[in-house]
């Protein structure tokens, strides 16, 4: 398994990945938040290979006072093994090294299986409600 950076070569694989991990919605188009994401000069798009197939993803980036964390994706068939753990110890290190005190994450509320997951991590629920305001439709 190595981590690299995404190039566009990989984005069908890619997408194809946050599908199969039910990342996707209907109001945020994938590609978009790719090519978005390219231009974040404070943040990367890694992904984790297993010879030359994609089996992870995760997206983190710092804002220059917390860092964040999306797009964290499993493969089904590779969940388990410490993907998941690995590409968030890579998260934690690139942001440590841009000196970033704190990682702030967002999870659905729906997913209870994924806040077991950060939990084991070390990750804790802050008591904070998250508002958002749509500046683009996607669609
Ligand atoms: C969440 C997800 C990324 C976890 O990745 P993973 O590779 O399966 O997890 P790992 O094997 O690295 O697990 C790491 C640790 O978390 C623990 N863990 C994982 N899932 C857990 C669960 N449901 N409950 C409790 N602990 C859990 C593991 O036991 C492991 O602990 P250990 O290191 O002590 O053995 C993966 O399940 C996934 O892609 N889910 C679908 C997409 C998604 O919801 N992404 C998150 C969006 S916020």
Redesign the pocket.
Known sequence: MKIVTYTDAWQQDLIDLWQA???TRPWNDPAKDIQRKLTDNMGQLALMLDGDKLV?SVMVGFDGHRGS????????A???????????QYCEEYLLQLGCPKLN????DT????L??????GYEPDPVVLMGKRLIPDN
């Open positions: 991990c039910g990342l992870a964390v999306f797009y964290l994706a499993v493969l089904p590779y969940q388990g093994r410490g993907c998941g753990k690995q590409l968030m994450l967002c999870v659905r997913n209870v299986m994924v077991e997951f950060y939990q084991a991590l």
